[in-house]
């Protein structure tokens, strides 16, 4: 029988959900990917995966950009849920030119809403809009 097929949306939310489970699972991907499966009755997709991997790849350096658009937090101080949420959107900013930047912060902020305390929807979208606009100025935005 063929998996359904995700909306974008489920697919970042699948790759939250894996990115979030990998901070705090040692197990292989496969093994996680099961969990989450189970756990969550979570469905994901070759993107979720490829996504969560990538952002994995680049964590220290998202982590970096997060830190120099946060003046009141820093890194190791932000919620590991709001952390992956910033990390996904500035990933597919910065790497999947296919994904329009504008669409890629209001995905966070949605996810923000459902996953991320209240009071950390703004924080989110503050560090989120100071990147694009720095990323806007330098031309490498694309809106």
């Known amino acids: 029988m063929a ?3 995700l909306t ?3 697919m970042r939310e699948a790759a939250l959900l894996i990115l979030f489970q990998m ?5 292989t991907l496969d093994e996680l990917l099961e969990d989450c499966k189970e756990s969550f009755e979570m469905e994901y997709n070759a993107q979720s995966v490829s ?14 950009i997060i830190d120099g658009y946060s003046p ?4 190791d101080r932000i919620s590991y849920i709001d ?13 999947c030119p296919s994904v329009p930047d504008k ?9 923000a809403k459902e996953y991320a305390d209240k009071a950390d929807v703004r924080f989110i979208n503050g ?8 990323c806007t100025a330098k031309g490498k935005a694309d809106d």
């Open 103 to 111: 669409v890629a912060i209001n995905e966070a902020i949605e996810f």
């Open 3 to 5: 998996e359904r097929k």
């Open 83 to 95: 952390l992956a949420i910033m990390m996904i959107s500035i990933y597919e900013m910065k790497y």
């Open 127 to 134: 560090v989120l809009n100071s990147y694009y606009q720095d």
């Open 72 to 75: 009141s937090r820093k890194v």
């Open 51 to 64: 996504l969560a991997k990538g952002v994995n790849e680049h964590k220290e350096e998202l982590c970096a």
């Open 23 to 27: 901070q705090f699972n040692p197990a």
């Open 8 to 10: 974008r949306h489920e």
